[in-house]
């Protein structure tokens, strides 16, 4: 998973960061909240950890913001040195999913993330995901579209799954990247394309089967139920093409 801290205390950082790292999740970190907005404009992450007081803007002020224009209810750990009562329920209020006062309890920093992930249903418990017409075997890794079997091979299981598991949102082909082949791997642009191409074709995902799969330029993909995409693109709204 791909978590982002946004934090201006190096050594919490640090903390974070191998926290994080040791729990096998990539970490970005931030220390401004500028950078921070920068960056999830165009990238996708798993989980928000937020401090309180950064130097340009308050984590309140981000998590806010985070919660009016994201497209999807990521969850987010507000982690910060206030422990008044009155600060914890503003901090849960404006929009964070769970707050915990800085300390070097790491064990409970790894059950809280931990705890986060799965209620961001990022975890998953069971061993098959159903979506309509599709049924994945997350251990055998197994396909069927209508009780046909469907030969993915293994990225394209990945992918699709993926795809499967955050219907509607938009997500970066940095995320796609890092999540599926490993951060700094070097797969292009059109590598990917290939890829969602190969997915398309067969899944079948086309808009008279319940599905499509879109490219956004220069940011990455969605797939959406067409039902869902109908209501939302009403008469004059700017219509996505598929790719």
Avoid at 8 to 16: G, I, S
């Amino acid at each position: 998973m791909r978590i982002a801290i946004v934090d201006d205390d190096p050594a919490q950082l640090d903390l974070l960061h191998a926290v994080v790292a040791a729990m096998g999740h990539d970490c970005h970190v931030f220390a401004q909240g500028e950078a921070f907005f920068r960056a999830v404009g165009r990238e996708t992450f798993d989980l928000l950890i937020i401090d309180w007081e950064l130097p340009d803007i308050e984590g309140t002020a981000i998590v806010r913001n985070v919660r009016e224009r994201a497209t999807s209810a990521v969850p987010i750990l507000m982690l910060t040195n206030r422990s008044d009562e009155r600060d914890i329920v503003t901090g849960l209020t404006c929009g964070a999913d769970d707050y915990m006062v800085k300390s070097s309890r790491v064990i409970e920093l790894r059950a809280r993330i931990a705890a986060l992930l799965r209620r961001g249903g990022h975890m998953r418990a069971t061993e098959e995901a159903v979506f309509g017409r599709y049924r994945f075997h997350t251990t055998q890794r197994n396909a069927w579209m209508n009780g046909q079997p469907i030969a993915l091979k293994h990225k394209e299981f990945d992918l699709a799954l993926t795809m499967f598991s955050n219907l509607g949102k938009l997500i970066s082909r940095g995320y796609l990247i890092e999540t599926l082949w490993g951060k700094g791997a070097d797969i292009s642009s059109r590598s990917l394309d290939v890829y969602f191409s190969h997915i398309r074709s067969k899944l079948a995902l086309r808009a008279e089967h319940g599905y499509r799969l879109i490219s956004v330029y220069n940011h990455g993909y969605r797939l959406e139920e067409v039902h869902l995409a109908a209501q939302a693109n009403g008469p004059g709204a700017l219509q996505p093409t598929e790719r």
